[in-house]
């Protein structure tokens, strides 16, 4: 049974203008414009990772020529392949894949025989409120169990890395059986690892219980890509004979842009307009700095 767990870190990522450029070759012309909409550089970056995260994939796990790949988003935005259809057989079970990107990091789970979800968090301050009062308006997130347990962390910054690390887990499911906003997330509750969190290792004894009732055919992995993001991967339903042959939990493996872009091959012509308009948004929060500074 394969598995695939891959991070890139889109926060520190400064594309040249032909490594920008590059890249916007190598998505679908939909996914580039779609990219080339956002406001802020961040999550053009992101985004960018995202896809090319995903043709790594398949490219290189499926066996599929780059120039073949035909990605296309469910009403619900989650990515799945259109063409060519995934061909399979006893030997070669089926992958199932999921993103996420928020923070400084875009991730990439995938998984044979299992469905998947990856969610990843940054923990951070609430940017207009308390701690206790972002606390307030999240209350209906998690039930009283959660809250019990992220509200018994010392300090308020640790309160914060416990709601965010129980938010991945929320997400990595609702991700994973694709069912989005209209899921009540008070329905799953979690019941974390009694094994401390730590940066280059990985948990799976965190427990999910839905409606009430223990579900034992969910198996939650947890790491840290550094002291800050939280990520959380889904995997299920798996019975007995699935869960025994789980390979090993593995962490993330942190490629570089030249590693994210090994297989890839260009899709459309070079458009130098598209470096034009990143730079603008790249140069944005610099500009404004100087603004402030000189008024």
Same mark, same amino acid.
């Given at each position: 049974?394969?598995?695939? @767990?891959?991070?890139?870190?889109? +926060?520190?990522?400064?594309? %040249?203008?032909? #490594?920008?450029?590059?890249?916007? @070759?190598?998505?679908?012309?939909? !996914?580039?414009?779609?990219?080339?909409?956002?406001?802020?550089?961040?999550?053009?970056?992101?985004?960018?990772?995202?896809?090319?995260?995903?043709?790594?994939?398949?490219?290189?796990?499926?066996?599929?020529?780059?120039?073949?790949?035909?990605?296309?988003?469910?009403?619900?935005?989650?990515?799945?392949?259109?063409?060519?259809?995934?061909?399979?057989?006893?030997?070669?079970?089926?992958?199932?894949?999921?993103?996420?990107?928020? +923070? #400084?990091?875009?991730?990439?789970?995938?998984?044979?025989?299992?469905?998947?979800?990856?969610?990843?968090?940054?923990?951070?301050?609430?940017?207009?409120? %308390?701690?206790?009062?972002?606390?307030?308006?999240?209350?209906?997130?998690?039930?009283?169990? =959660?809250?019990?347990?992220?509200?018994?962390?010392?300090? !308020?910054?640790?309160?914060?890395?416990?709601?965010?690390?129980?938010?991945?887990?929320? =997400?990595?499911?609702?991700?994973?059986?694709?069912? +989005?906003?209209?899921?009540?997330?008070?329905?799953?509750?979690?019941?974390? %690892?009694?094994?401390?969190?730590?940066? +280059?290792?990985?948990?799976?004894?965190?427990?999910?219980?839905?409606?009430?009732?223990?579900? !034992?055919?969910?198996?939650?992995?947890?790491?840290?890509?550094?002291?800050?993001?939280?990520?959380?991967?889904?995997?299920?339903?798996?019975?007995?004979?699935?869960?025994?042959?789980?390979?090993?939990?593995?962490?993330?493996?942190?490629?570089?842009?030249?590693?994210?872009?090994? %297989?890839?091959?260009?899709?459309? !012509?070079? #458009?130098?307009?598209?470096?034009?308009?990143?730079?603008?948004?790249?140069?944005?929060?610099?500009?404004? @700095?100087?603004?402030?500074?000189?008024?």
């Amino acid at each position: 049974m394969g598995s695939v @767990r891959w991070a890139f870190r889109c +926060g520190s990522w400064t594309p %040249s203008r032909s #490594d920008w450029l590059f890249a916007a @070759r190598c998505v679908q012309r939909e !996914e580039k414009d779609r990219i080339g909409q956002f406001v802020f550089a961040k999550d053009a970056k992101s985004a960018m990772a995202g896809r090319l995260l995903l043709r790594k994939f398949v490219c290189e796990r499926m066996g599929i020529p780059w120039s073949h790949i035909r990605l296309e988003r469910s009403p619900r935005g989650k990515p799945y392949l259109v063409a060519p259809l995934q061909v399979t057989t006893s030997s070669d079970p089926s992958w199932s894949f999921n993103l996420s990107h928020q +923070g #400084d990091y875009a991730v990439l789970a995938a998984q044979q025989e299992l469905q998947v979800g990856v969610d990843v968090m940054k923990t951070t301050m609430p940017g207009s409120s %308390s701690v206790p009062a972002f606390f307030r308006i999240m209350t209906r997130q998690f039930t009283a169990h =959660e809250w019990s347990t992220i509200q018994s962390a010392d300090s !308020e910054h640790q309160q914060l890395a416990a709601f965010y690390r129980h938010w991945t887990l929320k =997400e990595s499911f609702i991700k994973a059986i694709g069912t +989005g906003l209209g899921f009540n997330v008070q329905r799953v509750e979690f019941h974390l %690892s009694p094994e401390p969190l730590t940066q +280059g290792s990985v948990l799976r004894q965190t427990k999910m219980h839905l409606d009430e009732e223990p579900e !034992e055919e969910w198996i939650f992995e947890e790491s840290l890509l550094d002291a800050d993001h939280h990520v959380a991967v889904a995997l299920g339903p798996a019975d007995k004979a699935v869960s025994a042959f789980l390979p090993p939990p593995a962490t993330f493996t942190l490629l570089s842009f030249g590693e994210l872009i090994a %297989s890839a091959s260009p899709l459309t !012509e070079e #458009d130098p307009a598209y470096w034009e308009g990143f730079r603008m948004k790249a140069e944005a929060p610099q500009r404004q @700095r100087d603004t402030q500074i000189s008024g």
